[in-house]
């Protein structure tokens, strides 16, 4: 047998049985026009399905910084951080970074999952135990799986489980890390973080903290759920992102000037890729000096967030969280997701359907995102329509 004969068959095999089981994802090239509309397959719809909880992806300042940086800089950084792509724009964008977190220093990274990667397997040798969150963000997921620790899945968000597991296993490690999302991406809850920082300091762990649901929408300037429960001195590292609230593209983390240095020297996914460009650097930087400024949008998202999830309840769906912007209702069965999925975007709405291994089998959904540019008409058209559509909630 040809070995391409082979791969042709394995292929073909995989991508059915994903069809099958109503799990196969597609490409599909969606426009974004003004406020929150977006063309799909040739319909405009009203975005329920981003994660620009602000609205500064198109702010004028933040286009104009980009696009300032371009002239001067051109496209691209040409290097890895560690050789020639180490810009000035990252070095300020670091400063602020650290300044806005609260923290001493910071590090940023292409995105999102190299810097939760990065981190975690630098910091995680075989002289250390991870506790980690069952519903962690898959980045996180990766990067202790890929570190030399002991890993250890605690139940989301359940304290009294954790707490049995650090008095059972701790000892049995140097060092250990308690590792986290402030909100978590799928569920749209809050983890207890007072609760967490008391057990690590109680059993000597490091706590580790992903804010990037939480930057932008939570504390008194945006830099999330750790500044908003002052903790900021009692967290060994927060990780987050710049592609979310702050509407940009790459990830950072914050701490101490030690950790930051270890990370650098020791973080693969940081010293192996490009550098950011200077235009995303420098747009960055504007719309964190924004977030800052931007209480009123941010309390308004969240009241929103509070307000839908209460009206959504009492039309009997089933409703996860609290007052983030992710509102996640569950479906259940993958069928069932795609089908109300399908239904609201032929109401001229786009909600997704998120299917595992995105989230736990059984628990299919579609997760709304709400960003301070929907206004209370759009908000209320997504009320009617899920109140009207053709299959009844559960």
């Known amino acids: 047998m040809q070995p391409d004969a082979s791969w042709s068959h394995f292929l073909d095999r995989s991508l059915n049985d994903l069809d099958q089981l109503n799990l196969r994802r597609r490409r599909v090239v969606t426009e974004r026009l003004d406020g929150q509309a977006i063309r799909r397959d040739g319909k405009t719809l009203i975005n329920f399905g981003g994660n620009d909880y602000l609205g500064l992806r198109s702010h004028p300042a933040v286009l104009a910084a980009a696009a300032a940086a371009i ?7 040409g290097a890895s951080p560690a050789v020639t792509g180490y810009s000035d724009a990252q070095r300020k964008l670091e400063l602020q970074l650290a300044a806005f977190n609260n923290m001493p220093d910071a590090l940023v990274f292409p995105s999102g999952f190299a810097g939760n990667l990065a981190t975690l397997t630098s910091l995680a040798d075989a002289d250390c135990m991870l506790f980690s969150d069952a519903l962690n963000h898959a980045s996180l997921i990766d990067g202790c799986r890929l570190s030399k620790a002991a890993r250890v899945i605690y139940p989301h968000c359940n304290i009294d489980a954790l707490r049995q597991l650090l008095s059972d296993k701790r000892h049995s490690h140097h060092r250990a890390l308690i590792v986290t999302e402030s909100i978590f991406s799928m569920d749209g809850d809050a983890a207890p973080l007072v609760e967490l ?11 580790i903290v992903d804010e990037a649901h939480a930057t932008g929408v939570y504390g008194a300037t945006g830099s999330g759920l750790v500044e908003e429960l002052q903790l900021s001195d009692r967290v060994l590292a927060k990780l987050g992102t710049l592609s979310k609230a702050v509407g940009c593209l790459g990830g950072f983390v914050c701490g101490s000037h030690a950790l930051i240095e270890h990370v650098l020297n020791f973080g693969r996914s940081y010293m192996f890729s490009t ?5 995303v650097l420098a ?4 719309a964190i000096e924004l977030i800052c400024s931007l209480n009123e949008p941010r309390q308004s998202l969240r009241k929103n967030s509070r ?13 996860l969280g609290h007052d983030s912007p992710i509102i996640p209702l569950i479906m259940g069965q993958e069928s069932r997701a795609l089908e109300v999925s399908h239904q609201l975007q032929t109401a001229g709405l786009f909600v997704p359907a998120i299917r ?3 989230v736990p089998e059984g628990t299919s959904r579609l997760r709304i995102s709400l960003s301070s540019e929907l206004d209370s008409e759009q908000l209320s058209r997504l009320v009617n ?7 009844v909630p559960d």
Not at 197 to 207: I, M, P, Q, S, V
Not at 275 to 279: E, I, Q
Not at 307 to 316: D, F, P
């Open 307 to 319: 307000s839908l999830r209460e009206l959504l309840r009492s039309q009997n769906w089933q409703v």
């Open 385 to 391: 329509v899920l109140e009207n559509l053709s299959l």
């Open 275 to 279: 550098a950011l460009p200077s235009s």
């Open 197 to 207: 920082t008391e057990l690590a300091e109680r059993f000597e762990c490091g706590l």
């Open 283 to 286: 747009a960055a930087t504007v």
């Open 356 to 358: 595992p291994p995105t």
């Open 71 to 77: 002239e001067t800089n051109g496209v691209g950084s």
